[in-house]
């Protein structure tokens, strides 16, 4: 072994420890060993090393994989994931009913979206859901992480991890004419067999091997609560549904308190009152229900104020502000104030030290030391950032409106990206083609702003991606890849190509429990090329093999990033994950192991 590859060898181990002691974040620790590596020439021996680095941030699938943060924001913002959820999810009967429920549709879901996303915008969905089915969270979100996962390794564009080893592939076909390239359902039938069979194993295994948690309690309390007004919209998703059918039931952080109809209160209305458009709601709850509040398709503000602000909706958000004594309506209602006109925002709520104020909106006499929640534009934080008129002015995050009446336009879009990529050979539009149409599409149609595109990127994930890339390369510059797969086919060789495919199975999937998905890949590519070029095999079943692999490390919450997404909101333990992980990852390796060699000849 050359002085390279020592130093190669030594600093994956070192970042094998940084993650495991998580010393630090991942695209911290991977870019700053990339760095290194670069520092030290081991890059390439072709190029200087900086633009082989930065060649690999150039790669196609980390550059697909920005684009459909685009294109599942457009989702998100349009309310069309929670549209489909809605109608999927129901009201099951028992535990395992519940997870059949969740896991089908979101491995459908991760199998055309991005599993990150998915399992963010499904996260508030069921944590609302499990209250009002009565299940305890713990036994819904490892379920929801590991299913988005299995349904992502059905599809090529179904995680970042499969865009990956693509980009890899097709990098390799520059120097390796034979390296094939994997296609939009190139990984479909060992995916859907392994979905399946994993999809089983939790609703059999779970009841015994999942242990009921408590989420952490949130800190601070339980925050400002407000009371809030809404409106039921004519011929909307909830005119006509009861409260229980409208999911306006065990609100989390809220409840509703009261219905105004036709003049008359109803007070303690019970799950099956039938809402009717018009209908006035009067919710109670801290801010971030309200920011739910405003999600529902079917609710708006019940003041008319908001429909005459400047700004389009879509434009606003909610903003706190504390009331100073110098402000000049202090005294005055918000109607005889004239609130709107003054400040081009609209009050939707009042909280004054714990009292709840029964009186309508615009009768409200405001005092100094009022909080108040707002609609408003954008510019409202910088405007009146530094006023005298407010002690305190911060922004309600999330808080911008849903487009719902793009949901179907969003859905539309994604539809015909998938049937695109899918008809590849006679589109002969590209995966990263397709994706950037997507997102622009998206934009053009205005499912989502230009800054919602800006934000919906994951840069940590997509520098991670660009790191580890650069340490692949790295691997296969210094020899340490060439050495190592030496070492693998030596002792499995003998026991013939699905051994040596098993061996490099497991060593990704060692990879992927204590790094991270993308880097088990970009890790594991130069090994298994080596691998194959040095007994003259296919290549594609080690691509499929990696694939996989690099996915669908359960046994740890390092293993995928949404594991460690539900950690905290599902209450776990490190052992929850080991207990049921481990034995799905076994299925898991066993079902590609069995299948892939009959799938693609060696």
């Not at 990984?187 to 399946?196: D, N």
């Not at 336009?409 to 397709?434: D, K, P, Q, R, W």
């Amino acid at each position: 072994m050359n002085w390279e590859a020592i130093v190669a060898l030594a600093t994956i181990l070192v970042v094998l420890y940084a993650l495991a002691r998580d010393l630090a974040s991942t695209d911290v620790v991977l870019m700053g060993a990339a760095t290194f590596l670069m520092s030290m020439s081991l890059v390439s021996d072709r190029f200087p090393a900086p633009r082989e680095f930065a060649a690999a941030f150039g790669n196609e699938g980390l550059l697909t994989v920005a684009a459909l943060f685009v294109v599942s924001a457009g989702l998100t913002e349009t309310g069309a994931i929670a549209m489909v959820a809605e109608r999927v999810m129901g009201r099951p009967t028992s535990v395992p009913a519940a997870q059949a429920r969740i896991m089908l549709p979101v491995a459908t879901l991760s199998a055309f979206l991005n599993n990150t996303p998915v399992v963010a915008m499904f996260m508030p969905v069921i944590s609302e859901w499990s209250r009002k089915v009565n299940i305890s969270p713990s036994k819904l979100f490892i379920p929801l992480s590991y299913a988005a996962v299995l349904g992502g390794a059905c599809t090529l564009i179904g995680t970042s991890t499969n865009l990956v080893v693509q980009g890899l592939m097709i990098q390799a076909q520059r120097t390796d004419p034979t390296m094939p390239v994997m296609g939009m359902w190139t990984l479909t039938p060992v995916g859907i067999v392994g979905a399946l069979a994993g999809i089983a194993f939790i609703l059999v295994a779970s009841p015994r091997l999942l242990r009921e948690r408590r989420p952490a309690a949130p800190a601070g309390g339980e925050g400002r609560e407000y009371t809030v007004e809404m409106r039921v919209e004519p011929n909307s998703a909830v005119d006509g549904r009861s409260i229980e059918a409208a999911g306006l039931r065990h609100l989390p952080g809220a409840y509703l308190a009261a219905i105004e109809r036709d003049g008359e209160r109803l007070v303690a209305v019970g799950p099956d009152e039938v809402l009717q458009a018009d209908d006035q709601l009067m919710f109670v709850g801290v801010v971030d229900s309200v920011v739910e509040l405003q999600r529902v398709r079917g609710l708006a503000p019940a003041t008319p104020q908001v429909h005459k602000l400047n700004s389009p909706r879509p434009a606003r958000r909610l903003v706190e502000a504390v009331v100073s004594d110098g402000c000049p309506i202090v005294g005055k209602s918000i109607r005889e104030g004239e609130f709107r006109t003054r400040y081009d925002a609209v009050v939707i709520a009042v909280h004054r030290n714990g009292e709840r104020i029964e009186r309508k909106i615009g009768d409200i006499v405001l005092r100094a030391g009022d909080t108040l929640l707002l609609e408003t534009h954008r510019r409202f934080l910088k405007l009146q950032r530094n006023s005298r008129d407010f002690f305190l002015v911060s922004d309600v995050p999330g808080s911008t409106p849903r487009r719902h009446d793009k949901a179907w336009i969003a859905l539309g879009i994604l539809v015909v990206m998938v049937v695109a990529m899918a008809f590849e050979e006679y589109t002969h539009l590209s995966v990263f083609n397709a994706a950037l149409l997507a997102a622009g599409a998206m934009g053009i149609t205005r499912c989502l702003s230009a800054a919602q595109a800006r934000g919906s990127m994951d840069w940590k994930t997509l520098v991670a991606i660009g790191a580890a890339l650069g340490i692949g390369k790295a691997m296969q510059t210094t020899g340490l890849a060439g050495l190592s797969a030496g070492w693998t086919v030596g002792w499995l060789e003998p026991f013939g190509p699905t051994a040596v495919l098993a061996g490099i199975y497991f060593l990704t999937l060692v990879f992927t429990e204590i790094l991270t998905n993308n880097a088990a890949a970009a890790l594991a590519f130069p090994i298994a090329h080596a691998a194959a070029v040095g007994m003259g095999l296919n290549f594609l079943p080690f691509g499929v093999a990696i694939a996989i692999a690099a996915s669908a490390g359960f046994a740890t919450p390092m293993g995928y990033q949404t594991h460690l997404m539900v950690y905290g909101a599902g209450g776990y333990r490190f052992s929850d994950y080991v207990r049921i992980g481990i034995p799905l990852d076994l299925i898991i390796m066993a079902v590609t192991v069995a299948m892939v060699p009959r799938l693609f000849p060696f």
